[in-house]
């Protein structure tokens, strides 16, 4: 059983940064975030192969990055330039041995 354990959510102002992270049980390759704004489905943000390859949504392309530290089987997420429009809770992601895992969901709220 995978359990993934996120931190760093909060709330910040239009423009700020965040910088969540999430440590995994085990090792595993693919892992990422994904989030879910109120009444909305829950949509991709950004992925990362234990490889380093990278995929973001259109969304956040130039303002979120993504990394690994494989030594620690965590996940961060540098969030810059944040808007309000960010604004959702925050889930961890992996995929391990073909099965999807998710976090409890961390709360970023983006707001003046």
């Known amino acids: 059983q995978v359990q993934l354990v996120e931190s760093g959510g909060g709330l910040v102002q239009p423009g700020g940064s965040l910088r969540l992270s999430c440590a995994a049980s085990?090792?595993?390759?693919?892992m990422g975030w994904y989030r879910q704004a109120f009444g909305k489905q829950r949509e991709l943000v950004a992925t990362?192969?234990?490889?380093?390859?990278?995929n973001y949504a259109d969304s956040v392309k130039g303002r979120f990055s993504i990394s690994r530290d494989n030594s620690k089987n965590t996940v961060y997420l540098q969030m810059d330039s944040l808007k309000p429009e960010d604004t959702a809770v925050y889930y961890c992601?992996?995929?391990?041995?073909?099965?999807?895992?998710w976090g409890q969901g961390t709360q970023v709220t983006v707001s003046s």
């Open positions: 085990v090792s595993i390759n693919t």
């Open positions: 992601y992996a995929r391990h041995f073909w099965r999807d895992y």
């Open positions: 990362i192969t234990g490889g380093g390859i990278t």
